[in-house]
């Protein structure tokens, strides 16, 4: 390797770094082996070392590349497997032993070697790219199921999962599954968030090739594949990325710019042309080697203020005085920019909990560029009028009306995320006052609620049938319990409203368009009712009534926008989903009665604690 391989990686333009940085089975002079090269400018020396060498680096120098802070080593007879480290002797006269930055696979903890990979796998999942090149994700119908992979159902390795889970997630009639972060990481309750090894696949389920698998096996079941990615932080495990050579490397030498101390961990030096390589690279890397469909970044919020939770004086304003991280803003427009550019029908969904402006905006029009955003506020405000006694729901009414007035700003997930059922905060069952009763029908409403609201859903594993416990990633989900009735109705729900939404263009056609929703009752708070009309582009229409009360409403009257018939398609009330059954509408006719502004009215039965669906018939 030579100084021009490299100047691309040098100048923030090389987006395939993993190619030539990293340990790489090769074949030199017609010696098979393993090339090793690792960036880290300000090192004095630096050994690869193994049980080839029998762990002594001094028998495997690595020569300096001139004029690139890149190390590179040719070691014969080195095949995949093999585990490795570098010896770095770092800038202040230290040696440590260092995990290789891009790792292909490593070693489970507490070890923390390096591994020498090389995949063999064969993809079967043509059909699948194909399409997705061609899919417009904002105009067709995305629930999400959000996985932890390694407490899902606790023990299962990735091959038990391509089997399981791709059967579960088919029956339930999700379209895609968010993984929480698989990136190597040594702490189990960091959830994958404290990354320390980004190129590389937990080894704790498997090899490379076995996630390579479950990917493959969710595509061919036409169930798209999404990965938490973490570019906003990094830990400071010593044998890990940070200070890599003894230097701040990766990250900023300034602490008020280069830690995030709620964390502990380390932030990335945006504005150095080679970690924006790195990153680039390394979300590349998982959508083009094991063809994940979109990456959700997380803790975008943290990336765009250089304020972010942090005291006067504990950070450094920008060039102009403000708070505004340009750094981090060029690099993500960069991040998403390319990606779209390279790879047909990806997606970039950013975790951005702030009212930043253009966060799904073209970068050409001056936005942040990503495809859809998490909606943060919606969520915020949905669980806080969950939380309220019935009685009092009246007084914070507007808290779901609310979300309607910036809908259409910005392209919307809206997310149940881990985060709600973590730390505390308990399981969205036992967010909902009163009784076990009410909190089911209370859930069952919400979940009819949520699907019909403009925006794509996304629901975190166990609330499809009401985990009662808060998250815990040790114990796994308690599967048990969806024998029970009421637990049972809700996973049934939750399985009819992902098959009936998916059958709807009305409900996610014109998800991002004014035109794709109209109010019905949206200042009913004395009923805690909400109504709404959702469209489609070719006058599909589908009535979406909730009734967030423990009263049944008969006759409740509703203008409709067309006269005729109207189809009761859901009603969370049914005995199927261990409701009452007792105020099911069957069918609805419009009388020629007036009501808010439309020229036709119909009378319908809202059962208690409900959400009823209706869809207009020819």
């Not at 709620?262 to 998982?286: H, M, P």
Request: proline share 6%; charged share 20%.
């Amino acid at each position: 390797m030579t100084g021009w391989d490299l100047e691309g990686f040098h100048t923030g333009g090389d987006t395939e770094v993993w190619r030539r940085l990293g340990a790489r089975v090769t074949t030199v002079d017609g010696v098979a082996g393993t090339s090793f090269t690792v960036w880290a400018p300000n090192a004095r020396e630096v050994h690869v070392k193994g049980n080839f060498n029998d762990w002594d680096g001094s028998r495997t120098p690595m020569k300096l590349i001139p004029g690139t802070g890149v190390w590179g080593v040719f070691a014969p007879g080195v095949a995949s497997g093999e585990v490795y480290k570098f010896a770095v002797h770092c800038a202040d006269g230290v040696w440590r032993d260092k995990a290789d930055p891009m790792a292909a696979f490593a070693e489970s903890a507490p070890a923390t070697g390096s591994i020498v990979y090389e995949s063999t796998y064969d993809w079967g999942d043509d059909e699948w790219l194909e399409q997705r090149a061609a899919a417009r994700p904002h105009a067709e119908p995305m629930s999400i199921y959000e996985v932890h992979l390694g407490s899902w159902r606790p023990g299962l390795t990735y091959l038990e999962l391509a089997d399981q889970l791709t059967e579960y997630v088919t029956w339930q009639g999700y379209t895609h599954v968010e993984f929480m972060p698989v990136a190597e990481h040594p702490y189990v309750p960091s959830w994958g968030y404290q990354v320390t090894g980004y190129f590389a696949p937990q080894s704790r389920l498997g090899t490379p090739d076995e996630f390579r698998h479950l990917v493959d096996r969710l595509h061919r079941a036409g169930i798209g594949v999404i990965l938490d990615w973490v570019p906003g932080h990094f830990p400071k495990d010593e044998w890990a990325l940070g200070r890599f050579d003894g230097t701040a490397l990766y990250e900023h030498a300034d602490p008020r710019q280069g830690e995030h101390r709620d964390w502990g961990t380390y932030i990335f030096n945006y504005g150095r042309n080679e970690v924006k390589s790195f990153l680039v690279s390394n979300a590349l890397y998982w959508v083009s080697e094991f063809h994940i469909d979109g990456l959700r970044v997380d803790a975008v919020a943290s990336m765009l203020y250089l304020d972010y939770s942090r005291q006067p004086g504990q950070w450094v304003p920008n060039q102009y005085g403000g708070n505004e991280n340009l750094e981090a803003i060029d690099f993500l427009r960069y991040v998403n920019s390319h990606l779209y550019r390279r790879v047909p029908g990806v997606m970039m969904i950013a975790e951005e909990s702030t009212s930043w402006p253009g966060v799904t905006r073209p970068v050409s029009e001056g936005g942040l560029g990503f495809g859809f955003k998490w909606n943060m506020g919606w969520m915020n405000d949905s669980l806080s009028y969950l939380q309220v006694p019935p009685i009092y729901r009246q007084y914070h009414h507007n808290e779901l009306t609310f979300a309607m007035v910036y809908a259409f700003s910005e392209n919307f997930i809206l997310p149940i995320s881990h985060d709600e059922v973590v730390h505390g905060k308990g399981s969205m069952l036992a967010k909902v006052p009163e009784d076990r009763w009410r909190q089911f029908a209370t859930l069952r409403a919400f979940s009819g609620y949520m699907w019909s609201h403009p925006g794509k859903q996304l629901t975190f594993m166990g609330n499809e049938f009401g985990q009662a416990s808060e998250f815990n990633e040790i114990s796994g989900l308690e599967w048990w319990t969806s024998n029970e009735p009421d637990h049972r109705g809700l996973q049934l729900l939750t399985k009819d409203l992902n098959d009936t939404y998916r059958g709807l263009p009305a409900m996610w056609q014109l998800d991002n368009e004014p035109a794709g929703f109209r109010w019905l009752e949206a200042d009913d708070a004395s009923h805690n009712v909400f109504a709404y009309e959702r469209h489609s582009a070719d006058g599909q229409r589908v009535a979406c009534i909730t009734n967030f009360s423990p009263e049944p409403w008969r006759g409740y009257r509703l203008g409709l926008s067309e006269p005729g018939r109207w189809r009761e398609i859901i009603n969370t009330d049914d005995r199927r989903y261990a409701g009452t059954g007792e105020h099911l509408n069957h069918v609805v006719h419009t009388e020629e009665t007036p009501w808010h502004g439309a020229a036709q009215s119909a009378a319908v039965d809202l059962p208690p604690l409900s959400c009823v669906w209706l869809l207009r018939e020819d």
